[in-house]
């Protein structure tokens, strides 16, 4: 059973770096798509972006420019980093598995618990 | 505002069936793009209920049934329980993936 797990700071401050990790267990990282998926408090779901374990990205338009998705496969490890961060980039951050049945045709079978990060001074 | 249109709201007394409808456009399902369904039970992580349009995940029950046509998409529940209360997401894609705004189900 493949797990995910989130890690990182949960109080970062307005104009800094989010830094976060997500470790896969119970499977490989190779040959898969990854995610990035955030929730703001008592809000709906927003795509931040993958990653292929090749190393290959993809973002959402409306964050690409502070945004950065790295891979480390030796480690079973994919990262999240959005820069400039204020006030509205508080949420729950979720890592996910994607997986692809078409070209365009991608859901998340498989979800991290999810990590609160508050942006404050 | 969502690229997918959901009900922000619906109820339903237990043993009844309730529908949750998604909303979209030619760009995305009316494209052609599969529509999924995710539960998200309060204080925890979403949880994949139905990909592919219909096709639900193994240990979901088949209370949970997925439809698609045209531009729009619908999430079926029969047999309401109490422990269906939550929130259910649709999702697709339309240059990049999408989800709708969320559905809160309350079970009376």
């Known amino acids: 059973q493949v797990q995910l797990q989130e890690s990182g700071p949960g109080l970062v401050k307005p104009s800094e770096t989010l830094s976060l990790t997500c470790t896969v267990s119970?499977?490989?990282?190779?040959?898969?798509?990854w995610s990035w998926v955030r929730q703001p408090p008592g809000k709906g779901l927003e795509w931040i972006g993958y990653?292929?374990?090749?190393?290959?990205?993809k973002y959402n338009p409306s964050l690409k420019s502070r945004v950065t998705i790295s891979v480390d496969t030796s480690k079973n490890q994919f990262s999240l980093k959005l820069s400039s961060v204020t006030a509205a980039d508080t949420a729950v951050y979720y890592c996910a598995r994607d997986s692809i049945v078409a070209a365009g045709n991608y859901y998340f079978d498989y979800w991290g618990q999810g990590t609160l990060v508050t942006v404050s001074s | 505002q969502s690229v997918l249109t959901q009900p922000p709201s619906v109820s339903g007394a237990p043993g009844q069936r309730v529908t949750i409808s998604c909303t979209g456009s030619s760009s995305n399902i009316g494209a052609g793009y599969d529509v999924h369904w995710y539960q998200q039970l309060p204080g925890t992580a979403p949880k994949l209920l139905i990909y592919?349009?219909?096709n639900r995940p193994s240990g979901v029950p088949d209370r949970f049934s997925g439809s698609k046509s045209g531009t729009s998409a619908s999430l079926a529940i029969t047999g309401l329980q109490a422990e269906d209360e939550a929130d259910y997401y649709c999702?697709?894609?339309?240059?990049?993936?999408?989800f709708g705004g969320g559905t809160k189900l309350t079970v009376l």
């Open positions: 990653i292929y374990y090749s190393g290959s990205t």
């Open positions: 592919g349009n219909s």
């Open positions: 999702q697709s894609y339309d240059s990049t993936r999408v």
């Open positions: 119970g499977g490989s990282i190779n040959s898969y798509y």
